[in-house]
């Protein structure tokens, strides 16, 4: 990933000298569309000709020579990037959402002509939550300027282009810088879990993940803890014992811990981290399985998420933990029908060793709640195949234990353009999972189960608040966006660190005492 820069200017408008100044333009109807007075003579005679009408996602490169504006444009190119009819866009979620877009219509933009820096006009006529605009507009651009070529020749001439470099916003004020540093700080750990993803899984072991850990730690207020095999075995946490048993390469589970001064909630944040997952001796089809490399972004997303934090420094205190390992169907593997115990003495009947994340994380769920008292839990995974036949790639499985818990993170969802959708979690499900021979089985047959692999992980929890987001639909092949690109989205990330931000307002039930 190349850093791309974001800094702030007051100079003239007319006086940039960059490759481009992007102009955003709404559509009102049959009228002249709105725009800033320095374009607002182009824009009505592009308008008069049917060429260019401010209409959603709609683009156009002009040239400075060729602009009847009777000012003198300093920059190479001027990009005018459609925004829709915005009054009529509805709550600010979906205006946020709009700017995002044209952020990542931007990226797109630019690339076209390869443009490594450009000016950000924030338009004149957006008063009442310009900073936050501005915010979602960084955050689709930086999002949209993505590209991961870390396997790719050096001297590949073809793809030259290696992103914008520098985004320069024209206005000032502590609280729009705020914001948009807010959201490049989102915008970056996003690409984190994006990079992270992409790697191959010879290129990302559970090594990886502790490393990263480690990294991130010493070089910020986080402290990191990294547990090895011969301590997760004497911890019983035997879920993830159990998924390793068939791999050549040992499992580690990794806590980062942000620990403000008085503070008063805890959120514990659980990552699914399996590197690759071939099924097991449960063995997955052939066809498709490179994407199994994907299937640690439950824990990319909340590792991810730690960077973050550890910049925002948030008032609350936040601990992650991503139990990580392959699933492989080694002489050793775990086998169907095999009994084990997880950390917190429930044991359970495997029958499809391809049913393992939700193995993994009982365990670190279990821990982490027993370890860190948690006003809350929320555990992200790519954990079911059922969550993308009853939700698409539009939005993550919701379940939850805890309706106040639910509804902030739904709302978190809606703020960020990552969207959620609450299942139901009643006691037939958990019916679902009753065995003949032990407490629970890992699987309860084709019928709802996305829901049947939330209840799963509900009785590792007891009271307290905890929701689980079944990502599977939205990890990867997400819902095409101008700042989403194919491949890994990050998902998650961003939504987290939105309900972070709101949660110390939040009461979820009466403070336990810390441990």
């Given amino acids: 990933m190349t850093t791309c820069k974001v800094g702030f200017t007051q100079k003239s408008i007319l006086s940039y ?13 049959k009228k002249q569309p709105k725009s800033d007075s320095l374009i607002r003579t182009v824009v009505k005679e592009l308008s008069a000709l049917g060429d260019f009408k401010g209409k959603k996602d709609e683009s156009l490169i002009l040239y400075p020579g060729n602009l009847k504006t009777g000012k003198s444009f300093a920059c190479r190119r001027v990009l005018l990037v459609g925004i829709g009819e915005i009054n009529k866009a509805g709550t600010q979620d979906q205006l946020l959402e709009i700017f995002r877009k044209a952020g990542g219509t931007i990226s797109q933009s630019a690339k076209k002509v390869k443009a490594d820096e450009l000016l950000l006009v924030l338009p004149e006529f957006v008063d009442d939550a310009r900073k936050k605009f501005a915010a979602s507009m960084v955050e689709g ?26 985004i320069t916003i024209h206005g000032k004020g502590g609280g729009l810088r705020r914001a948009v540093n807010r959201a490049r700080i989102g915008a970056e750990a996003a690409i984190s879990a994006r990079d992270m993803a992409n790697e191959p899984a010879n290129h990302w072991t559970p090594e990886h993940f502790a490393k990263f850990g480690r990294d991130l730690a010493r070089n910020s207020v986080l402290v990191c803890r ?16 159990a998924v390793n048993q068939g791999s050549a390469i040992e499992p580690r589970v990794v806590i980062l811990e942000h620990r403000p001064k008085n503070y008063r909630t805890t959120v514990l944040l659980v990552g699914k981290g399996i590197t690759f997952d071939s099924g097991g001796v449960s063995l997955k089809p052939a066809a498709g399985m490179e994407d199994m490399k994907y299937d640690m972004c439950g824990g990319a997303a909340v590792i991810s998420t730690m960077q973050a934090v550890a910049d925002n420094k948030p008032g609350v205190r936040v601990v992650a933990i991503v ?15 095999d009994v084990i115990t997880h950390y917190n003495g429930v044991t359970s009947e495997v029958i499809n060793t391809d049913a393992e994340g939700r193995l993994i994380l009982a365990d670190a769920l279990a821990y982490g709640i027993e370890k860190y008292s948690p006003d809350c839990v929320i555990d992200l995974a790519t954990l079911t195949g059922a969550v993308i036949i009853g939700l698409g790639h539009h939005r993550s499985g919701l379940m939850s234990n805890n309706d106040v818990l ?8 809606e703020a960020t ?33 996305s829901i049947t692999a939330g209840a799963y992980l509900k009785k590792f929890v007891g009271d307290t608040p905890w929701a689980h987001l079944d990502i599977a639909g939205t990890a990867w092949e997400f819902t095409k966006k101008s700042y989403i690109p194919k491949g890994p989205s990050g998902i998650g990330v961003r939504l987290l660190l939105d309900f972070i931000a709101r949660c110390s307002t939040l009461k979820f039930v009466e403070r336990k005492k810390d441990k």
């Fill in 17 to 29: 000298p960059g490759a481009m100044s992007v102009f955003l333009v709404a559509e009102i109807g």
């Fill in 141 to 166: 651009i930086l999002l949209g300027n993505y590209r991961f070529r870390s396997y790719k020749k050096k001297d590949d001439r073809k793809n030259k282009y290696k992103g914008l470099k520098t």
């Fill in 226 to 241: 990294v547990i090895g095999k011969n301590q997760i075995e004497k911890l019983g946490m035997g879920g993830i014992i």
């Fill in 323 to 337: 139990p990580t390992t392959d699933n492989m169907s080694g002489s050793s593997a775990v086998k169907p029908g």
């Fill in 406 to 413: 639910a509804d902030a993170l739904s709302a978190a969802g």
């Fill in 417 to 449: 353009g990552e969207k959620v959708w609450r299942l139901p979690l009643d006691q037939e499900y958990s019916e679902q999972l009753d065995s003949e021979v032990a407490d629970v089985k890992n699987i309860g047959g084709r019928a709802a189960g």
